[in-house]
């Protein structure tokens, strides 16, 4: 089992930042790839960002250029840094975590979920 809880999520105008973080315990965190995705109220749960176990990333077309994601396997730790924010990127933010080599996009690919942290733009 993989425990992961977020943090970082609130209010913040348009055009603001924020830098959510999500905290994983019970296995070896470096063996996974972890991913965040978002959910607006009446919307499907969206894919937003991945990062292998080596560092490699990708990105929604969405957010590319304006969100980073990260990870720290000595703090057990991802993180996913969003600048330039919009009103459209209201919504749940959730972290994952797959036990998988390579990039993990679907929603079904990971195992693992946090209970997600909100955040708001305001525009």
């Known amino acids: 089992q993989v425990q992961l809880v977020e943090s970082g999520g609130g209010l913040v105008q348009a055009g603001g930042s924020l830098r959510l973080s999500c905290v994983a315990s019970g296995r070896t965190f470096s063996n996974y790839a972890m991913g965040w995705f978002r959910q607006a109220p009446g919307k499907e749960r969206e894919f937003v960002a991945t990062i292998t176990r080596g560092g490699a990333t990708l990105y929604a077309d969405s957010v590319k250029g304006r969100f980073t994601i990260s990870r720290d396997n000595a703090k057990n730790t991802v993180y996913l840094q969003m600048n330039s924010l919009k009103p459209e990127d209201t919504a749940v933010y959730y972290c994952?975590?797959?036990?998988?080599?390579?990039?993990?996009?679907?929603?079904?690919?990971?195992?693992?979920w946090g209970q997600g942290t909100q955040v708001t733009v305001s525009s």
């Open positions: 994952a975590a797959a036990r998988t080599s390579g990039f993990a996009v679907g929603k079904n690919e990971y195992e693992y």
